[in-house]
């Protein structure tokens, strides 16, 4: 090289250096901050979990006040921890249990993350803490189920990211005086990252309601496709930590079941990565030991709900109709809210299956409404026209 490329050369190469120098500094002096959420999911009376990520890693936990006329900093409010197996864990997904709740009570809570800079040996280096805000706004809250009140609830599936579309869909809800949203899978076309997640959808809801509004989740078959479907649980666990769980509110019981792919596992679009078979399976077991429980058996209304519908249709409707229908026919189930056709109807009940089966659209919403004297489904599409009902007296 001549000493003009020398120079060029050199001068090339420092740019570089002090371009990447930049970066590096900047991102070491990224302040940790809360990512996503917080939201709330698996309510129940006595439970709930709390999850929301962070951009750095961090432990994590939630901190618990009455909602009573004191300020939040008041006094010392106990401390629930992100932690299994004795030791408190240190990632970017948090999710705390708070266990052992009173019923129908309201709760003030607050969420907190310290980054975790380097872990040597015993010694644990600390950073920074970043926390929902409770001095110049009104802490979060929520309130656990309890007693057999008249509620109501909302359905939304098949968004497949549509964030416009799930915009229009809740803003026909009174979200403050209802009792909790279901979504009943494909929110999402793949499951290929985090982002994608919340971009797609989770951070609509979040805006809109799931910091103190919960929230369950019937995993959707678009769900289970990609690298990050096996991700799923750690940021919508179920009751229980299962993807399929039972639930009560009020004098209704709700059965979640996860109906998994629509294919027969052998099929090519999946590459040999699922065992929906197997997994169905194990939910039928598991289905028949909570039809008989007290809780499923003294509830008024028994409700299913499941992403696909049971039908004499694509592999995955003749398992959930050959596997789970019998337990559920015989168990007197009132219900059955499925999804996955884009398209709406509502399946009588019949010889083989006997309970009504609503199919609701990607474009409408199912506003549930229970009391003493009736359940009632109104299916309404997105500019808010009634498309359809089922009552139960």
């Known amino acids: 090289m001549t000493t003009r490329q020398l120079r060029k050369h050199y001068l090339s190469v420092m740019v570089v250096f002090c371009l990447l120098a930049g970066a590096f500094r900047g991102n070491a002096q990224e302040q940790i901050k809360i990512s996503h959420g917080p939201y709330l999911q698996a309510m129940t009376d006595s439970g709930v979990s709390i999850v929301w990520t962070t951009n750095k890693p961090a432990t994590a936990w939630v901190e618990l006040a009455p909602d009573d006329s004191s300020h939040f900093y008041q006094s010392e409010r106990p401390k629930f921890f992100c932690a299994a197996d004795g030791l408190k864990n240190v990632g970017t997904v948090h999710q705390v249990n708070l266990k052992n709740l009173l019923p129908n009570t309201r709760y003030r809570y607050r969420v907190y993350s310290q980054e975790v800079l380097k872990h040597e040996f015993v010694y644990v280096h600390y950073g920074n803490v970043a926390a929902t805000a409770v001095y110049r706004k009104q802490p979060l809250t929520f309130t656990t189920h ?161 992403h696909i519908p049971p039908a004499d249709g694509w592999h995955g409707n003749r398992e959930i109709t050959k596997k789970w229908v019998p337990i559920l026919n015989k168990a007197g189930v009132h219900v059955f809210i499925a999804a996955h056709e884009h398209r709406h109807r509502i399946q009588k009940p019949s010889e083989s299956i006997k309970f009504p089966v609503i199919v609701n659209s990607n474009n409408n919403i199912i506003k549930a409404s229970i009391s003493e004297k009736e359940a009632r489904f109104r299916i309404f599409d997105t500019a808010g026209k009634l498309v359809d009902e089922l009552i139960i007296p």
């Open 146 to 306: 309890g007693k057999p009140e008249p509620f109501e609830f909302a359905v939304v599936d098949d968004i497949h990211e549509r964030n416009n579309v799930l915009k229009q869909l809740l803003s026909q809800v009174d979200l403050p005086n209802t009792g909790f949203v279901v979504f009943n899978g494909d929110m999402i076309n793949a499951s290929m990252s985090e982002e994608q997640v919340f971009g797609g959808f989770m951070d609509t809801a979040t805006a809109l309601f799931a910091s103190e509004i919960p929230m369950y989740y019937a995993r959707g078959n678009h769900e289970t496709r990609g690298p990050f479907a096996s991700k799923f649980a750690a940021y919508f666990p179920g009751v229980g930590g299962h993807l399929y769980y039972m639930f009560t509110k009020g004098n209704a019981c709700f059965i979640v079941l996860d109906g998994g792919e629509d294919k027969p596992d052998s099929d090519i679009e999946y590459s040999g990565i699922t065992n929906m078979d197997e997994h169905r399976t194990e939910q039928a077991e598991w289905l028949a030991n909570m039809v008989k429980t007290d809780a499923f058996k003294k509830a008024k209304y028994k409700i299913v709900i499941c």
